[in-house]
């Protein structure tokens, strides 16, 4: 077999140093070269008309009459033999060597050099494999523009990737910390992906040089867990011991928020059980919730609830047997306000200084304070009305109004005439009409009437009506199950556990 080698301008004193074997590292550096030269005549011709070479007994050298004299330029050393390129080979190729390796010109020993340099990497591949693919942290003040420009990414390709619509436009509320991942090679933009949120990932890539985006959904994965406590100490440290997260005692008081007054009526020995679910992603986990079942006894009465789904959508909390757990109306409309005057038909007004009767409650409240509506209804009143202020009076159904006085202002949107649900802001604390200092008056009235809204009887949210109950039961018995199972077999020793697939089953088409 004949290769035809092309050495750069000074093949004599190339084969001078081969000659010299003794320096091995640079030996292999020539044959290195002379690998690469093959290569290159394999790649890119030589223009030769000659290649049937019939074969030669030595390394010899072709006759050629444009040979430069030598310069120290020309030679090759350790130095600069690095700095010779392939391409450059190629084009000032001005002399050829011949070698018949099938006649062992070039000896075993060295030959086998050779493959090893072959398996080796080589010397002169500078190289590197680079993964296209590179994570971007985002960092605060950052935008897609400034993070373009740091990767040298052309203002261009932002404007076509931003030209997509409406999925990429996500792409402009980017936060510190969230990671985008670009593929880039020669310096241009061949895809993109950003993880929008923990189910939602955005995917842009460049095929036919035009970008096109998609937006995959992952499923999170769902486990049903449980939890049992006994609290000896208080609810929150019970529930941590049994390995509930805050947010799942959150949703717990929610639940039972109507019935149990959690800072007075909890008694040691009280116990709860909890059937919730855990989403994963990738093995880890992500979130929790909701509670999808639990039971829970407040001095010997037990109290169960189960998570239902309507087929609108809506979803409640219900007693076994189809009860709303949740009440038509809050207990208080602020959070974290002190009573600083109770309901009292014969009370010494604090500013006029005679028995007027206090026919609502007082909460103490900084100014600003959010105020919840108590129960869903339609605001009848958004305006000053005497002493009371800056009032809302909110009428719920035919039997049932609301009134709350002294705001500092409304809400957005809360204006008469419009609806607001149980629990959403309907203006702010202040101390506006006849007031000493910020706090909300607050009136409850059944048929015009006032009651103390601290006493009086709630009403219950809307339950199972009763041609949905038969469907109800038979959607909500696996959760029932479980819970016998779970309270009957031990109170409290099982701490947590995961639970049958069959019940992670039913909660699946429970939604
Ligand atoms: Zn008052």
Not at 252 to 275: C, H, K, M, P, Q
Not at 432 to 445: D, K, M, N, Q
Request: aromatic content about 8%; glycine content about 6%.
């Amino acid at each position: 077999m004949t290769y035809r080698v092309y050495i750069k301008k000074d093949y004599k004193n190339k084969i001078e140093r081969i000659g010299e074997a003794s320096n091995r590292s640079f030996f292999f550096k020539i044959v290195s070269l002379a690998v690469l030269a093959i290569s290159a005549f394999f790649m890119f011709g030589t223009g030769s008309s000659d290649r049937q070479e019939p074969s030669l007994a030595t390394v010899e050298v072709a006759p050629k009459p444009d040979i430069t004299p030598i310069t120290n330029q020309h030679k090759i050393t350790p130095a600069n033999i690095e700095n010779i390129e392939l391409q450059n080979i190629n084009e000032e190729f001005t002399s050829v060597i011949e070698t018949n390796v099938a006649e062992n010109t070039i000896d075993d020993s060295s030959f086998q050099d050779i493959e090893s340099v072959i398996e080796d990497e080589d010397v002169f591949q500078k190289d590197e494999i680079i993964d296209p693919w590179q994570s971007v942290t985002v960092k605060s003040g950052d935008s897609l523009a400034l993070i373009f420009s740091r990767l040298g990414l052309s203002p261009t390709s932002l404007y076509k990737l931003m030209s997509l619509g409406k999925e990429v436009s996500k792409l402009k509320k980017i936060r510190p910390g969230q990671l985008l991942n670009f593929h880039i090679e020669d310096d241009e933009l061949l895809g993109l992906e950003y993880e929008m949120n923990l189910t939602k990932t955005l995917k842009i890539s460049k095929e036919e040089n035009r970008f096109k985006s998609e937006v995959i959904q992952i499923e999170l994965e769902k486990v049903v867990k449980h939890a049992s406590a006994i609290i000896n100490d208080s609810l929150f440290l019970s529930a941590k011991r049994a390995g509930l997260s805050d947010n799942l005692i959150m949703q717990l008081v929610a639940i039972y928020g109507w019935d149990i007054d959690f800072a007075l009526n909890i008694r040691e020995g009280d116990s709860y059980t909890v059937i919730y679910e855990e989403q994963y992603k990738d093995g880890v986990k992500v979130s929790d919730g909701p509670i999808i079942a639990a039971e829970f006894i407040n001095r010997d009465k037990t109290l169960r609830a189960v998570r239902y789904t309507h087929d609108d959508g809506r979803v409640d909390y219900y007693a076994d047997n189809g009860d709303a757990m949740r009440k038509a109306f809050l207990r208080t409309p602020v959070e974290l306000a002190r009573i600083s005057s109770r309901f009292n038909l014969k009370r010494k007004h604090p500013i006029l200084n005679r028995i007027r009767a206090h026919k609502g409650v007082d909460y103490a409240a900084s100014t600003g304070t959010p105020i919840k509506a108590t129960g869903d209804g339609t605001v009848v009143l958004a305006g000053k009305k005497g002493g009371y202020g800056r009032t809302v009076i909110l009428k719920h159904g035919g039997k049932y109004s609301t009134l709350y006085a002294h705001l500092h202002r409304y809400a957005r949107g809360v204006r008469t005439g419009s609806r607001v649900k149980q629990g959403q802001t309907i203006g702010y604390v202040g101390k506006s009409g006849l007031a000493t200092g910020p706090h909300l008056h607050y009136e409850f009235r059944i048929n015009g009437v006032h009651r103390n809204p601290l006493t009086v009887k709630l009403p219950k949210a809307e339950s199972i009506s009763k041609e949905a109950l038969a469907e109800f039961k038979v959607k909500v018995n696996p959760m029932i199950v479980e819970l016998d199972r779970l309270t009957g077999k031990s109170a409290v020793a099982v701490q947590q556990s995961d639970s049958s697939i069959t019940l992670a089953d039913a909660m699946m088409e429970d939604g």
